[in-house]
């Protein structure tokens, strides 16, 4: 079992940036592969960012694409999420996941989301 725990979230003007972590315990033996996603108040959670297990792989929606970076420290057992030149439309609870197989891109190939963190982005 893993659990996730994200933080980093909070309120933030458009142009701003903010970093979120998801910091994992419990079977943290294996380096697993992860990602980010969020859900906006009556939308469908979506994908944002991935990254494999030795951070040399990452995945982007286009959405984010040259605005987000994710990256890891797995020394630390903890994944980030750089967000930079926020924009009203990011507006979302963010969670992050561990990738367990299939589409890096689908929400059913992750298992033991976090309870996310809420980032507002005002205009």
């Known amino acids: 079992q893993v659990q996730l725990v994200e933080s980093g979230g909070g309120l933030v003007q458009a142009g701003g940036s903010l970093r979120l972590s998801c910091a994992a315990s419990?079977?943290?033996?294996?380096?697993?592969?992860m990602g980010w996603f969020r859900q906006a108040p009556g939308k469908e959670r979506e994908f944002v960012a991935a990254?494999?297990?030795?951070?040399?792989?990452?995945y982007y929606a286009d959405s984010v694409k040259g605005r987000f970076t994710i990256s890891r420290d797995n020394a630390n057992n903890t994944v980030y999420l750089q967000m930079n030149s926020l924009k009203p439309e990011d507006t979302a609870v963010y969670y992050c996941?561990?990738?367990?197989?299939?589409?890096?891109?689908?929400?059913?190939?992750?298992?033991?989301w976090g309870q996310g963190t809420q980032v507002t982005v005002s205009s």
């Open positions: 996941a561990v990738f367990t197989g299939g589409s890096w891109y689908a929400t059913k190939s992750y298992g033991y």
């Open positions: 990254v494999n297990w030795s951070g040399r792989t990452t």
């Open positions: 419990g079977r943290t033996s294996t380096t697993y592969s």
